[in-house]
Nanobody
Framework: QVQLAESGGGSVQAGGSLGLSCAAS????????MGWYRQSAGNQRELVAT???????NYADSVKGRFTISRDNARNTVSLQMTSLEPQDTGVYYC?????????WGQGTQVTVSS
């Protein structure tokens, strides 16, 4: 079974930077799309950024220009570099990976941005 493990969460001041990483383990096929989603208190989980196996990226409007997603296909990892963080970025960030016939989620890592 596939396991996605996030790391790198923590607390930062507004304007700071933080990097998240997600590593896939277990038995799995190649992931067509990997990405990050987040969920803040009282809100639904929302897309932050995705990246295809070919390197095509998609970002939520709220993070464009501030966040950068990347992946290492050989190592089955996906990362999210976050800069110019704002209090509105606070939430639990979840790693996501998709295959044509399956979708997987990590357990989440907390990101807290204070003013």
């Amino acid at each position: 079974q596939v396991q996605l493990a996030e790391s790198g969460g923590g607390s930062v001041q507004a304007g700071g930077s933080l990097g998240l990483s997600c590593a896939a383990s277990g038995h799995f096929d190649f992931f067509n799309v990997m990405g990050w989603y987040r969920q803040s208190a009282g809100n639904q989980r929302e897309l932050v950024a995705t990246i295809t196996s070919g390197g095509t990226t998609n970002y939520a409007d709220s993070v464009k220009g501030r966040f950068t997603i990347s992946r290492d296909n050989a190592r089955n990892t996906v990362s999210l570099q976050m800069t110019s963080l704002e209090p509105q970025d606070t939430g639990v960030y979840y790693c996501n990976a998709k295959r044509p016939a399956a979708e997987y989620w990590g357990q989440g890592t907390q990101v807290t941005v204070s003013s």
